[in-house]
């Protein structure tokens, strides 16, 4: 699966990027950690990461689930910092790709994530239909984001819009994402936030065991 890239052909990084890859947040992990807390029991197979950014959260996945081989994708790498990263005994493979029409086989993964990406993606349906084929029977999809509903929403959405980071940027209000992902097949996800009035969602998809399988 790994699949080399180059950055040579990324083009201009955009403004704040680089600044904003400075700050501690980019490179946090308590997003993965309160995600995973959360999660229920896992089929046997791989971890799918939509998002790579700089790559802290795949080196987070790979020491947290040691047991397990990570798979990142991105559609451009022009934000990587392998240097910095801190890997588990199973180096994640890299791959540059499309969320949209990810090149893996159908039922291939345990556990998908979306931490602090879903809001800046194209063709969001297609993207959780393809994470749900991706997905082994009882595999679970971890998606995290801004609450569409909450105060700092427009503001978030500003900020990525004004400041060149993605103009795709739209924070999704929890029955958004509901229905997205009922729209593709996953059953009502469930809900967890770290604070009552916080601006983060966690949703916790699990794909339905397929007719006549079973557990």
């Known amino acids: 699966m790994e699949t080399p890239f180059s950055r040579g052909n ?5 403004s704040l990027k680089p600044l904003l890859a400075q700050l501690p ?6 997003a993965y950690a309160f995600g995973l807390a959360h999660l229920p029991s896992l089929p046997p197979g791989p971890v799918l990461e939509i998002g790579t950014g700089q790559g802290y959260g795949a080196a987070y996945l790979s020491r947290t689930l040691p047991e397990r ?8 790498y022009q934000c990587f910092q392998p240097e910095r990263l801190v890997f588990g005994p199973r180096r994640p493979w ?8 990810l090149p893996f ?14 809001h800046c993606l194209p063709e969001p349906q297609k993207v959780l239909a393809e994470i749900f084929r991706g997905l082994r029977s009882q595999g ?16 978030f959405e500003r900020v990525e819009h004004w400041g060149g980071i993605s103009r795709l940027t739209h924070a999704y209000t929890p029955a958004e994402i509901i229905a997205l992902g009922q729209g593709v097949g996953f059953p009502a996800p469930t809900l967890h936030r770290r604070k009552p009035k916080g601006f983060l969602v966690w949703y916790l998809f699990r794909k339905p065991l397929a007719q006549g399988e079973n557990a």
């Open 10 to 14: 990324q083009g201009p990084m955009l």
């Open 25 to 30: 947040t980019a490179r946090s992990t308590r």
């Open 69 to 76: 081989q990570v798979v990142s994708i991105d559609i451009t």
């Open 94 to 101: 890299w791959v540059q790709a499309s969320a949209p029409a």
């Open 105 to 118: 086989a159908a039922s291939t993964f345990a556990l998908a994530t979306l931490v602090m990406t879903f």
């Open 140 to 155: 679970v999809l971890l998606l995290a984001d801004v609450d569409g509903t909450h105060w700092v929403a427009p503001w």
